[in-house]
């Protein structure tokens, strides 16, 4: 199947092939037709599935070929849970529509008011917005819905995880009855589900990966270790692999900032991103991380939501988290778009239950390697397979060539690993694209809100 089959016409598949994409994924092939259809959509897909294009291309397909939005107006509305989300979606609008002439804009809180105010005051078509901040843009008069003909409602079960269930229904209360709705999410559960029984009618359900699915080009396994010797297993990795770029996965503010500045005296470039973080200080790490500047970002997961990172190589998490869900969240953030990646866990004897409870969701026990000089005090008390201790390249044998086994020829520098994958108001928060033909490049491109 190709993007020409959909129903797109030639300005909008002229911006996707610009992009490197040829084939739709999944997702876009089942929502696509049925939005440019008109129907309701809720579709249970994670993010690396290339659900973003699945709504936003047909959005835009549909309101190209009617009247421009008067003022203060919005005729499709986007409702994220992060801002870096909102951003990262807002680039993509931006790259997918720029042949076409539309407006768009993204609105999230803390950056100043006043520029977004005057936005959206020649109107837009479309909006992509945080709960919080479109709420204040509305009481003060800003941004009005009349002639709404789109609701997205993205990460929807994130939504409800940040508390925003609140701010949503204030914001259905404002929105015109006769509108066509779509709903996304990670998960359905019951919480969901009563949240759409009073915003989609008779809408097309489409799944594409159960809430429980890693993805099998990402390769998973797991270093048991001592809690306080985590930081000096993770210097040791990073310098032992030599690994260039690094998404760290910490389950607090002040735990991201502590490593952070652990790894920094260690002599690696890193960064943390967190919602305590101002946007322009998030907004330079990612770049910083992009470009090379910065080898290691430590992240909180709600930060992480909206990091958009091609070609990611390497995902570490630093702590397990509590939730089980936040683990396939995490790791989902390398091996996206049919590209290999590699998720590594550093699991101390305390964290057997948060083990326990991946292992039970994702159906799989995950390969424990012990890396010699890093051995536990105690054995971990979760799952089954454990490998002698290593000599600490933590991935794989080298090759004839110089080469780590499962490495790709593209030249990721992260990926030593011979495994095969079978294996309140806006807070901080990516999603994925269409299928993009694989290329060489050794660094990940991070995007946070630019074409």
């Known amino acids: 199947?190709?993007?020409?089959?959909?129903?797109?016409?030639?300005?909008?598949?002229?911006?996707?092939?610009?992009?490197?994409?040829?084939?739709?994924s999944p997702i876009q092939a089942k929502a696509i037709p049925a939005v440019l259809e008109g129907r309701d959509v809720m579709a249970a897909a994670q993010t690396g599935t290339g659900k973003t294009a699945g709504f936003t291309l047909p959005i835009l397909e549909r309101l190209s070929a009617g009247t421009r939005a008067p003022a203060k107006q919005v005729r499709a509305l986007i409702l994220t849970p992060t801002r870096e989300l909102a951003a990262q979606i807002g680039a993509n609008i931006e790259a997918y529509g720029k042949n076409l002439p539309l407006r768009s804009a993204v609105v999230f809180g803390g950056v100043k008011v006043n520029p977004q105010i005057a936005k959206l005051r020649g109107g837009v078509d479309i909006l992509v917005a945080t709960p919080g901040r479109l709420l204040d843009l509305y009481s003060q008069k800003a941004?009005?819905?009349?002639?709404?003909?789109?609701?997205?409602?993205?990460?929807?079960?994130?939504?409800?995880?940040?508390?925003?269930?609140?701010?949503?229904?204030?914001?259905?209360?404002?929105?015109?009855?006769?509108?066509?709705?779509?709903?996304?999410?990670?998960?359905?559960?019951?919480?969901?589900?009563?949240?759409?029984?009073?915003?989609?009618?008779?809408p097309v359900e489409i799944s594409v990966t159960p809430r429980n699915t890693t993805a099998e080009t990402v390769t998973?396994?797991?270093?048991?270790?001592?809690?306080?010797?985590?930081?000096?297993?993770?210097?040791?990795?990073?310098?032992?692999?030599?690994?260039?770029?690094?998404?760290?996965?910490?389950?607090?503010?002040?735990?991201?900032?502590?490593?952070?500045?652990?790894?920094?005296?260690?002599?690696?470039?890193?960064a943390a991103i967190h919602g305590n973080k101002s946007q322009n200080a998030r907004t330079k790490a990612l770049d910083g991380f992009k470009s090379g500047d910065i080898r290691v970002l430590v992240a909180t997961d709600i930060a992480a939501r909206g990091l958009d990172i091609d070609q990611l190589p390497q995902v570490v998490n630093f702590e397990l988290p509590n939730v089980a869900e936040d683990y396939v969240h995490r790791i989902g953030r390398t091996g996206r778009a049919g590209a290999s990646g590699h998720a590594v866990s550093l699991v101390s004897p305390e964290e057997g239950k948060e083990l326990a409870g991946i292992e039970r969701l994702t159906r799989q026990t995950l390969e424990r390697q012990t890396i010699a000089g890093f051995e536990p005090s105690e054995a971990l008390v979760s799952g089954q397979g454990t490998s002698p201790p290593r000599g600490g390249n933590g991935g794989g044998q080298r090759n004839g060539n110089g080469r780590d086994n499962g490495q790709r020829r593209g030249g990721n520098s992260g990926g030593n690993?011979?495994?095969?994958?079978?294996?309140?108001?806006?807070?901080?928060?990516?999603?994925?694209?269409?299928?993009?033909?694989r290329g060489g490049r050794g660094r990940g491109n991070g995007t946070q809100g630019g074409a």
């Open 220 to 270: 998973q396994w797991i270093h048991p270790v001592d809690k306080t010797r985590k930081p000096a297993l993770l210097t040791h990795l990073i310098h032992e692999n030599q690994w260039q770029q690094v998404l760290v996965f910490m389950r607090t503010k002040h735990g991201a900032n502590r490593l952070s500045r652990q790894l920094e005296d260690a002599g690696i470039e890193a």
């Open 143 to 202: 941004v009005s819905f009349d002639a709404l003909e789109v609701l997205v409602m993205d990460e929807a079960d994130r939504m409800l995880d940040m508390g925003f269930i609140h701010d949503i229904r204030r914001i259905l209360k404002t929105l015109p009855a006769k509108r066509q709705n779509l709903m996304f999410s990670a998960t359905f559960s019951q919480e969901i589900r009563a949240l759409a029984k009073g915003m989609v009618n008779d």
């Open 1 to 24: 199947m190709s993007f020409t089959s959909l129903g797109l016409s030639a300005p909008i598949l002229d911006a996707v092939a610009e992009q490197g994409y040829e084939t739709p």
């Open 417 to 437: 690993d011979s495994r095969n994958s079978n294996a309140s108001r806006d807070r901080n928060g990516g999603e994925n694209r269409p299928r993009r033909r």
